[in-house]
């Protein structure tokens, strides 16, 4: 992989044969794994501006109509997330001159508060070719982290690394975009909301932005990275867009609550494993044509160009003596250019085999095609691949082996209908089918739903003492916590229609494996599992810890308390947004310095709010919510297992406690204390 350097350049087609699809990852981490960024793009002509509004792809605006932008969402990585962008080169406009890769910060926070600031540049098969490490970012809001641009009919990339003070506003009007201010009519947003508030890029009006204050280095062929601009008549508003919900279902008119509405996908007839696979590969990969928007978004983190699709089952491909069946394959047609996946399907929780995908690898370095596509239950962890194959150097082509969950499936599936919209109402129909068949008991599509064989050998180890560190069964067991959480969110966020991503609280640029095998050694040590959810829009982190020693699940919140006020007063302000949480609701005080506050239940607290306070005059920094659950004894998801019991768990805390708290700030203070309250 290339490393660049601040205003160095390179051309693309030096780098790799395959640079007509590639994808843009922006990553930072940060020390208390709360910090987080929105990417944008911008197309620009000749004249260094945009060409309409509509060359602006942010939030509101992810996706170009010809493919050739598309903005993919964020991924947990070791040490923070990674927001990813799809370009097609081949499909950009002939009178686009160069493509600004930007991202933009909110609630006054600025770039410099983040750790490891990175761009990568990966082709269309999933090979590095440009990392780009952001030394000193500095306090600003907005940053252009690198710029595509055509010269002498090639791409080639550049490392920018400049900063706005103005924002995503700024940044956007600089390059000729007309931005409306949603700051006097913007509110709240509603509780199924996509994405960080509006207070993204409202506010005050934004000060002149700088101009570009690194001129390309002496000897290089591009422009500087930014002028001014001129407003345009279409202006996109930079709130987020309201969510709509579903309308409410109308009243059936079915006789009697027996009858059952027919089904475009059945699954009632499904007998064995065999027919499960056909059934779900047949289902799916049919509605990923139908639906543009669903198969695009499945196919475009695989490299796959923006074109009409085609999907195909049961294929017969020769391989030495007896052909292969795979049991999917996609095909996508962009300006005559073919781009073709083996698809390999597993339901009920049946595991990929490593030969039978070994093959399937090799048929598609043979015959030219890009890819391989495994689809299961399981869920894929960085550094720790579902399947071994071995990808022979000598072979000119290269296949990228990509991995789906039907976790992840269902997920954008919940995004398009239920938050995001489609294009529509048939394709809005054909998704809520594939929803409802993917969660059917009976389909086999439930995602992740077996702790493994090692389960139940550690919680007996940690009940008799007799686990230790650096026992292989240990590790095995938080891989599959780690899969549980990583579904956990994906579900959790296509309820809710926000990003929910896991919180990795370990050292800068640990190894995935490392950083694994030090929580299997905690697990050996504490008898616990812990993790932590970050709730887009939410203030905190939901915790949830699995003491295996007690048997009990716990969850948890702590919020910061307001920074004036009377203690009396930050405390019933709290309970008077608790009204609706359960009475077991646990509630702790934070204090500062050493030594623990005081801690009771909603139910004893809510006549005596002063019980809460420290008796020592200690200073109130916080409180900790929680609410407690026997945890399952299996390693499935049925009735008494592990997985349904942390489902279960994380949902009642959502719904009961976390979906009432103020998502503005739980503890401010609004307006001067009653004097009953001094």
């Known amino acids: 992989m290339h490393t660049m350097v601040k205003g160095a350049n390179v051309g693309l087609s030096a780098l790799s044969a395959d640079v007509g699809s590639v994808t843009v990852g922006l990553s930072w981490s940060s020390s208390t794994g709360e910090g987080d960024a929105d990417v944008s793009v911008l197309l620009l002509d000749g004249t260094a501006k945009v060409r309409s509004d509509a060359d602006f792809y942010f939030y509101n605006n992810p996706v170009a109509a010809d493919g050739s932008v598309q903005l993919l969402g964020k991924t947990p990585t070791a040490d923070g997330s990674e927001d990813r962008i799809s370009f097609d080169l081949d499909a950009v406009p002939s009178d686009v001159q160069r493509i600004i890769v930007a991202a933009s910060r909110y609630d006054g926070a600025h770039f410099g508060e983040l750790d490891d600031l990175c761009l990568s540049l990966v082709d269309g098969s999933g090979e590095g070719l440009v990392r780009f490490p952001v030394e000193d970012a500095g306090v600003v809001s907005a940053f252009i982290f690198g710029e595509f641009y055509r010269r002498s009919g090639d791409w080639k990339f550049r490392a920018v690394g400049q900063g ?21 009519e913007t509110g709240p947003e509603p509780e199924a909301a996509s994405g960080p508030a509006p207070a993204v890029v409202t506010g005050p009006a934004p000060v002149p932005p700088p101009r570009a204050a690194e001129a390309a280095p002496a000897g290089t062929d591009e422009p500087p990275a930014g002028t001014g601009g001129t407003r345009k008549p279409a202006r996109p508003r930079t709130a987020k867009k309201k969510v709509t919900l579903p309308k409410t279902t109308r009243k059936s008119l079915a006789e009697n609550e027996s009858w059952r509405s027919a089904r475009l996908f059945p699954v009632t007839a499904l007998k064995s494993d065999r027919e499960r ?10 509605v990923m044509a139908q639906v543009p928007e669903f198969g695009r978004r499945l196919t475009a983190g695989f490299g796959a160009p923006a074109g009409r699709m085609e999907t195909y089952t049961e294929v017969s491909l020769p391989h030495g003596d007896s052909p292969k069946r795979p049991d999917g394959v996609i095909r996508v047609e962009r300006a005559g250019k073919l781009w073709t996946a083996l698809v390999e399907t597993k339901t009920n929780g ?12 090799d048929i598609a370095a043979r015959r030219g095609y890009e890819a391989v596509i495994t689809l299961s239950n399981d869920v894929a962890l960085e550094g720790s691949p579902l399947v071994e194959v071995k990808i022979d150097g000598r072979r000119k082509h290269k296949v990228a082996l990509w991995h789906l969950s039907w976790a992840e499936v269902a997920h954008q599936a919940q995004m398009l209908i239920r938050h995001e919209g489609v294009g529509n109402a048939a394709h809005a129909w054909l998704l809520h089918e594939l929803l409802h068949y993917l969660q059917h008991d009976n389909s086999g599509c439930h995602g992740f739903q077996n702790m493994g064989s090692a ?3 550690v919680r007996n180890g940690i009940d008799n003492e007799t686990l230790c560190q650096g026992d292989a069964r240990a590790t095995e067991v938080t891989e599959s916590w780690e899969r549980l959480i990583r579904q956990v969110c994906l579900r959790l966020g296509g309820e809710l229609g926000r990003k929910v991503l896991p919180v990795q609280r370990a050292k800068r640029g640990t190894d995935p494996r490392t950083r694994r095998a030090e929580m299997a050694d905690r697990l050996c ?9 970050r709730m887009e829009d939410t203030q905190g982190t939901l915790a949830i810890t699995a003491d295996l020693r007690t048997g009990k699940l716990r969850t948890s919140i702590e919020l910061p308390a307001a920074e004036h006020g009377y203690p009396l007063t930050k405390a019933k302000r709290l309970l008077r947004q608790l009204v609706a949480a359960p009475a077991d609701l646990h509630i702790e005080t934070l204090v500062a310095g050493p030594g623990a506050g005081p801690r009771g239940t909603l139910e004893r607290l809510r006549p005596e709010p002063a019980d809460i306070l420290p008796k020592d005059g200690a200073e109130i920094v916080g409180f900790r919510l929680s609410l407690f659950k026997s945890m399952g004894t299996g390693r499935g998801s049925a009735e008494s297992g592990f997985i349904r019991s942390v489902d279960e768990a994380v949902d009642r805390f959502h719904a009961q406690v976390v979906a009432h708290l103020d998502r503005r700030g739980a503890h401010r203070v609004q307006d001067e204390e009653p004097v009953a309250d001094r």
Do not use: M
């Open 455 to 457: 389960w139940v050998p």
């Open 350 to 361: 049946n595991p990929l085999r490593s030969e039978q995908v070994q093959a399937y690898v």
């Open 525 to 533: 040590l504490e008898g616990r599992l812990h993790a932590e959810l």
């Open 277 to 286: 696979e056909n059934r779900a590969t047949s289902v799916l990969l049919s």
């Open 164 to 184: 706005y003070h103005s924002g995503l506003v700024g940044l956007a009007t600089d390059f000729g975009v007309d931005i409306e201010d949603d700051t006097e």
